[in-house]
């Protein structure tokens, strides 16, 4: 209601502040865009009250408790065909982490590495990472899956080429270092086994690690306060192991490796990575870390020369100048990106369906949902799983570029 007081048409510029002031408009906008996603929301859940099928069989998820009556390849913990649905869900749940994580270590290890040299006074050396680079980036990941799982899986011998002889000899035959095997039917590892207390030793190694973390930043912190350079690689192997072998022998050893042994058909024991794993895994990796190269170097070059030239007038050796001057300033700029860069290597597992890999989607969004025939739940499932995930590593990314960035004063 206007008053005498009011201006002219004040209803009509109360409303065009919203949209003009910048004081309201960021507000005006999230505004509308929230009831438009309620409306979206609800309307999709109307469709799909309707549905004919939704109405005969409800909404449940009691199929998950229902046995699954298939196997999945890639078994990171036990599971039979006679286990639930439930379990083979969570099974390609920690298949698609297993994969996503090294996916994810190794991108950054060859983006780093590639974004560093592309940058190299070396020409053949720049030419050859900027190949890389331009090659891997422009092909799509599904081809390198299906072209590396191809080649992992008729290049290596057949196992049996690893029989034992029928007397029985040579019980490490075709093992390197009695330890690995590399078959057209996966690559056999060691596998760790947890007895008791042993998850206590595992415990204290990943302390270990976040303890070589905090040491690396003392280190940081004394050099740029006092300038006082302190040792790195040998306090950081001494923090790494000194705790765990001493937590071993106090527990009495609980902590055993099982390697893999030939029997008469096959191997026994140890962890087999099939070559779907392997293919999906230096996929993404390469795939990926072209774009972390690119991300990395863009970092780089974002630092001006006159921290390079101060730092080497300083005495500074190129090695130094690179990790100590140069990088932690590009983090800033390189992190933003390279979260996004994570978050793709996650939901493009996927694609493990191509070569078989029993991920999640394999699982839930493959078999469980054909055999059920649920799915909206299977679907809706699904996507909180990847939701999650993706949440997960987000947040934990922004907790280090928060650490980073900038501190104003």
């Known amino acids: 209601m206007t008053t005498m007081t009011d201006p002219p048409h004040a209803e009509g510029f109360r409303i065009g502040q919203l949209i003009n002031d910048t004081r309201y408009r960021s507000y005006t906008f999230q505004f509308i865009a929230l009831v438009l996603l ?13 549905n004919d099928q939704l109405q005969a069989n409800g909404f449940s998820y009691d199929f998950l408790f229902a046995q699954a009556g298939y196997d999945i390849n890639q078994q990171p913990i036990p599971y039979t065909s006679q286990d639930t649905h439930l379990r083979a869900t969570i099974i390609g749940a920690i298949n698609t982490l297993i994969v996503a994580f090294l996916a994810c270590v190794t991108a950054t290890i060859f983006g780093v590495i590639a974004g560093v040299l592309r940058l190299s006074n070396n020409w053949i050396i720049s030419k050859l ?53 590399a078959t057209n039917q996966g690559v056999f590892i060691p596998r760790l086994v947890f007895e008791g207390l042993g998850w206590i030793v ?21 050099l740029y306060d006092e300038g006082r350079v302190l040792p790195v690689l040998w306090p950081s192997i001494a923090i790494l192991l000194v705790p765990t072998i001493v937590m071993y022998f106090i527990l009495g050893m609980p902590v055993s490796i099982e390697n893999p042994e030939m029997g008469r058909f096959r191997f026994e024991g140890g962890f087999l990575m099939r070559p779907s794993l392997i293919a999906l895994w230096f996929a993404l990796s390469i795939y990926t870390g072209a774009f972390i190269a690119e991300n990395v170097r863009a970092g780089i070059l974002a630092i001006s020369k006159g921290q390079t030239e101060a730092a080497a007038a300083l005495g500074l050796r190129p090695g ?66 990847y939701l999650t995930f993706s949440l997960a590593i987000s947040a934990i990314m922004n907790v280090y570029n928060n650490s980073v960035k900038l501190k104003e004063r």
């Open 129 to 181: 990472m900027a190949v890389y680079v331009e090659m891997f980036r422009n092909i799509p990941v599904l081809i390198w899956i299906i072209i590396i799982f191809t080649v992992a899986a008729n290049t290596f011998p057949p196992i049996s080429e690893f029989r034992l002889p029928r007397d029985g000899s040579d019980p490490e035959r075709g093992l390197l270092f009695g330890m690995f095997a």
């Open 38 to 50: 309620i409306l979206g929301f609800s309307w999709l859940a109307y469709n799909a009250s309707q």
């Open 202 to 222: 595992g415990v204290t190694f990943l302390a270990s690690i976040a303890g070589i973390f905090a040491w690396k930043s003392h280190v940081k912190k004394k």
């Open 320 to 385: 130094r100048i690179m990790s100590l001057v140069v990088l932690p300033q590009a983090l800033r700029v390189i992190i933003p990106p390279l979260i996004s860069q994570y978050l793709n290597i996650t939901k493009n597992t996927s694609l493990a369906i191509a070569v078989g890999y029993m991920d999640l989607t394999g699982t839930l969004g493959g078999i469980t949902l054909n055999q059920t025939g649920r799915a909206l739940e299977c679907i809706l499932l699904l996507m909180l799983f």
